[in-house]
């Protein structure tokens, strides 16, 4: 879309919210829960990088080509340092 990065992972964020609201926490192994979880964020990280604007194409790349995905907070910060950096590059351009 079009939202800035801060407020596309905002509304994503209240949307998981609502849905982990409705998770049933009934787990009968504690192991289970926690391998949940962590498929949870992950998804998150992805369904983040995957509805991003193409003009972060190069930042969503490089995260995805890490041997290990970082998660989604670690993710959001990364991607949101880009568009600032971005932001400030386009400012001093137009000078």
Not at 59 to 70: A, F, K, V
Request: charged fraction near 30%.
């Amino acid at each position: 879309g079009d939202l800035p990065v801060a407020s596309f992972y905002a509304v994503l964020k209240t949307k998981w919210e609502e849905l982990d609201y409705h998770v049933n926490d009934d787990w009968n192994c504690g192991s289970d829960h926690e391998l949940y979880w962590q498929k949870e964020w992950m998804d998150h990280t992805f369904i983040f990088l995957v509805g991003l604007r193409d003009e972060f194409e190069s930042i969503r790349s490089q995260i995805l080509n890490c041997d290990e995905t970082p998660g989604i907070e670690e993710v959001y910060a990364r991607v949101e340092s880009e568009e600032q950096r971005r932001q400030v590059m386009h400012i001093d351009s137009s000078h």
